[in-house]
Nanobody
Framework: VQLQASGGGLVQPGGSLGLSCAAS????????MGWFRQRPGQERDLVAA???????YYADSVKGRFTISRDNAKSTLYLQMNGLKPEDTAVYYC????????????????WGQGTLVTVSS
């Protein structure tokens, strides 16, 4: 599966931004999907994930502010980010997995290119 992320940009603290990830080359609904982020000087972390059945997972740092969703008909993954904070500044990546451990970052092995989100006044 090939993944193409888009939607990053500059936003003020407290603002909102939506990311999209278009999938191609495989049957999207067969994959668990996740959004990761990598902040400067840090490792890439799993932020949110949605499994094939629509079940979701959120990291504590974004719970209540971010919403992950998927549209299987459009082969697209989304991340709606509200109440953005400067510490949300990172390169965001979408990724896919077919492993049962869909909440675990290790098992994501298909990656899109990153999209930069900058939260600053």
């Amino acid at each position: 599966v090939q993944l193409q992320a888009s939607g990053g940009g500059l936003v003020q603290p407290g603002g909102s931004l939506g990311l999209s990830c278009a999938a191609s080359g495989a049957t999207f609904r067969h994959y668990h999907m996740g959004w990761f982020r990598q902040r400067p000087g840090q490792e890439r972390d799993l932020v949110a994930a949605v499994n094939r059945s629509g079940g979701t997972y959120y990291a504590d740092s974004v719970k209540g502010r971010f919403t992950i969703s998927r549209d299987n008909a459009k082969s697209t993954l989304y991340l709606q980010m509200n109440g953005l904070k400067p510490e949300d500044t990172a390169v965001y990546y979408c990724a896919a997995s077919q492993n049962v451990n869909w909440r675990v970052a290790l098992w994501y092995n298909y990656w899109g290119q990153g999209t930069l989100v900058t939260v600053s006044s």
